[in-house]
């Protein structure tokens, strides 16, 4: 079983920047799929990014946050991490990490990820 938490949401004003952090417990990540998901009010959630332990590969990204957020991982601290940059109202949601179990491909759909987090708020003022 992994354990997933997220830190780093608050309230930060259009243009500016925030980090979220994952730590994970229970077992080592480091074979496992990462990925962050948003759910905004009154809407579905949605995929934000993904990255697989082949970090060298790079992170997989939605197109709505392509270019402004990077996605990375600390293998030894057993930590995933979203940067994001350059924020706007619309990036206002409660941010999701998740994890896979079998070290797949970085896939977009929720039912990839086994474990979650319980979420932080992201809200972004105009």
């Known amino acids: 079983q992994v354990q997933l938490a997220e830190s780093g949401g608050g309230l930060v004003q259009a243009g500016g920047s925030l980090r979220l952090s994952c730590a994970a417990s229970g077992r080592t990540i480091i074979t496992n799929t990462m990925a962050w998901f948003r759910q905004a009010p009154g809407k579905e959630r949605e995929f934000v990014a993904a990255?697989?332990?082949?970090?060298?590969?790079?992170?997989t990204y939605s197109d709505f946050v392509k270019g402004r957020f990077t996605i990375s991982r600390d293998n030894a601290k057993n930590a995933l991490y979203l940067q994001m940059n350059n924020l706007k109202p619309e990036d206002t949601a409660v941010y999701y990490c998740a994890a896979d179990d079998d070290g797949g491909r970085p896939v977009r759909n929720e039912g990839g990820y086994v474990y979650w987090g319980q979420g932080t708020q992201v809200t972004v003022s105009s």
């Open positions: 990255i697989g332990w082949a970090t060298w590969r790079g992170g």
